[in-house]
C-alpha cells in the first residue's frame, strides 16, 4: 500500500436514520477516498433492542422476540425507503429480509446453552444492518467501496461479550483483506464492535466497542490517523448534560485521554487509545454535524493536558461498607476474600477506600446487586450501604473546583492525588446519607 491509511468511525447516532446515513456519504464523498476505512456501528439505539429482542429470547417470550424484531425491521425499513428507489431498493430490501429471516431463526436455538456465547451470536446484526446499508448508499453515490466482513479479520478468543484481540492474526487477517481492496481503488466499510474466533464463531468486544475495532483497524494497518465522528465538537471538559458551560479540549495526550475515560468519560471506549498509543497514531475526534471544524486531537504530545479541568460526574452509585463480624483488622487476608467474592459476583468497582475495621467501595447501583453483594458476604461480614449518590472525578483540580462541585453536598468519601480529585457526594440530609442495613 503506498499512500497513507486513513480510519473513520461513525458510531449509531450518526446513522441514526436516512438523513444522518446521507450526511455521512457526504464525508466520506468530501474526503479523500484513497485507502479509507470505514468502521461503522449499529444505526440507532439497534443494539439495545437487539438487547431486549435477546432478553426475550432468553425468558422464551415468544411474542415480546418477535414483535421487537418486527419494530427493528420497521426501524431500518423506514431508513432504505427515505435512501433508495426501484431496483437499488429492492437489492437492499432483499439483503435486509436474509437478516431478519436470521434474526427469527434465532429464536429456534437452545435458550441453555452459554449465555455469553448466545448473546454474540445475535446482537452482531445490528452491524451488519448498517454496514450493508451504508456501503449500498455509498455504491449509490458514485463512491468505489467494499463491504468487509470484520469477523474475517478481527480475530479474538473465546471470551463472550468482552472478547480480546489475538493481534497477530488480526494484523495478519486485517492486511490481507485490505491489499485486496485497496489494490481495486476501494473505501473499505467494516462493522464496529465485532470478531470471531477460532471456531469462527462471532464474538464481540464490549458495548461501545466500535471505537475500539477503529483502534484496532488503525493499528493492524499502521494507519496514519483515526477519526471518531460524534454529535459533539470534540472532547469536552464535561458531560453538556451537567453543565452548561462545557469547553473544547483542543488537544490532549493519549495518556490523558485513558485517564479520563477510565474516570468515566463516555467519549471514547477505554481501550481505544492503548493500539494507537503503541504505534504513535494521533485520534481526532470531531463533530459530523460541523465536519469543517477542528476537533480535538489525541496524540503523544502532554503539554497541553492540564490547560483545563475536566469533570466527570456519574450519577446512581452506591457506597457498601464491609466490616469482618468479629472485629478483626482488615487485612490483606480478608481483603483479598472480600476481591475474590466480589470478582465472582462481576462487581466493578469505582473507588474504594479502606481503615482498620471496614473496607468501602463505590459502584454503578444496578438491579438486584445489592442483594447479591449481600448474599456473597454476609457470613462472614457486616454489610451496609449507601444509595442515590454521585461520584465527581476533578482532572487537574484547584480549590475553585473543588468548591463548585461539592456546594452545598454532603463529602462522603474524598481521594486526592497531585492531578486527581474524586468525591463520593451525597445531598446535605443526614437522613439519606446514613447507611442502610442490608
Ligand atoms: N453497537 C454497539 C453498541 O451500541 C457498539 C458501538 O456502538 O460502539 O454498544
Given at each position: 500500500m503506498n499512500s497513507a491509511i486513513h480510519v473513520f468511525k461513525f458510531g449509531g447516532a450518526s446513522v441514526k436514520d436516512a438523513k444522518a446515513v446521507l450526511n455521512v456519504v457526504d464525508i466520506i464523498q468530501k474526503h479523500d477516498q484513497t485507502n479509507l476505512i470505514v468502521v461503522v456501528s449499529a444505526m440507532g439505539k439497534t443494539t439495545n433492542k437487539l438487547e431486549a429482542i435477546f432478553n426475550s429470547f432468553i425468558k422464551k417470550d415468544k411474542e415480546t422476540y418477535f414483535k421487537y424484531t418486527k419494530e427493528l425491521k420497521i426501524f431500518h425499513v423506514d431508513i432504505i425507503q427515505g435512501l433508495f428507489k426501484g431496483d437499488a431498493l429492492n437489492e437492499i430490501n432483499e439483503v435486509i429480509n436474509t437478516v431478519f429471516n436470521d434474526i427469527t431463526s434465532f429464536y429456534e436455538k437452545n435458550e441453555n446453552e452459554n449465555r455469553s456465547y448466545l448473546y454474540d451470536q445475535l446482537i452482531p446484526y445490528g452491524e451488519m444492518l448498517s454496514t450493508k446499508i451504508i456501503q449500498h448508499c455509498l455504491k449509490q453515490s458514485g463512491v468505489r467501496s467494499s463491504w468487509l466482513d470484520a469477523q474475517k479479520c478481527i480475530k479474538t478468543d473465546s471470551h463472550h461479550q468482552n472478547a480480546n484481540?489475538?493481534?497477530?492474526?488480526?494484523?495478519k487477517e486485517i492486511n490481507k483483506c485490505l491489499n485486496q481492496i485497496f489494490t481495486n481503488k476501494r473505501v473499505v466499510v467494516s462493522q464496529g464492535f465485532i470478531g470471531s474466533n477460532n471456531n469462527g464463531d462471532s464474538t464481540t468486544l464490549g458495548r461501545e466497542g466500535s471505537d475500539y475495532s477503529a483502534g484496532i483497524f488503525a493499528y493492524a494497518s499502521n494507519a496514519k490517523e483515526v477519526i471518531i465522528w460524534k454529535d459533539v465538537p470534540g472532547m469536552l471538559n464535561a458531560d453538556p448534560k451537567y453543565f452548561e458551560d462545557t469547553i473544547k479540549l483542543e488537544q490532549i495526550s493519549f495518556k490523558e485521554a485513558i485517564e479520563l475515560s477510565y474516570y468515566g468519560a463516555s467519549v471514547i471506549h477505554p481501550k481505544t487509545i492503548k493500539p494507537l498509543q503503541n504505534k504513535n497514531i494521533p485520534l481526532y475526534v470531531k463533530s459530523f454535524v460541523h465536519p469543517e471544524k477542528k476537533g480535538t486531537i489525541?496524540?503523544?504530545?502532554?503539554?497541553?493536558?492540564?490547560?483545563?479541568?475536566?469533570?466527570?460526574?456519574?450519577?446512581?452509585?452506591?457506597?457498601?461498607?464491609?466490616?469482618?463480624?468479629?472485629?478483626?483488622?482488615?487485612?490483606?487476608?480478608?481483603?483479598?476474600?472480600?476481591?475474590?467474592?466480589?470478582?465472582?459476583?462481576?462487581?466493578?468497582?469505582?473507588?474504594?477506600?479502606?481503615?482498620?475495621?471496614?473496607?468501602?467501595?463505590?459502584?454503578?447501583?444496578?438491579?438486584?446487586?445489592?442483594?447479591?453483594?449481600?448474599?456473597?458476604?454476609?457470613?462472614?461480614?457486616?454489610?451496609?450501604?449507601n444509595t442515590n449518590l454521585e461520584l465527581v472525578t476533578i482532572r487537574h483540580y484547584d480549590q475553585q473546583t473543588i468548591d463548585f462541585v461539592t456546594k452545598d453536598k454532603e463529602i462522603l468519601l474524598e481521594q486526592k492525588t497531585r492531578s486527581t480529585a474524586r468525591f463520593v457526594l451525597g445531598q446535605k440530609d443526614v437522613t439519606t446519607n446514613t447507611f442502610k442495613e442490608v
Open positions: 484481540v489475538d493481534w497477530k492474526r488480526t494484523e489525541i496524540q503523544k504530545r502532554t503539554e497541553n493536558d492540564d490547560a483545563i479541568p475536566s469533570f466527570i460526574f456519574k450519577k446512581n452509585q452506591v457506597l457498601f461498607s464491609i466490616m469482618p463480624k468479629d472485629f478483626s483488622f482488615l487485612i490483606e487476608e480478608n481483603l483479598s476474600d472480600i476481591f475474590l467474592k466480589l470478582s465472582q459476583i462481576q462487581v466493578q468497582i469505582n473507588i474504594m477506600q479502606n481503615s482498620a475495621l471496614s473496607f468501602s467501595f463505590l459502584m454503578d447501583d444496578k438491579s438486584e446487586i445489592v442483594s447479591r453483594i449481600k448474599e456473597a458476604l454476609e457470613n462472614s461480614y457486616m454489610v451496609k450501604y
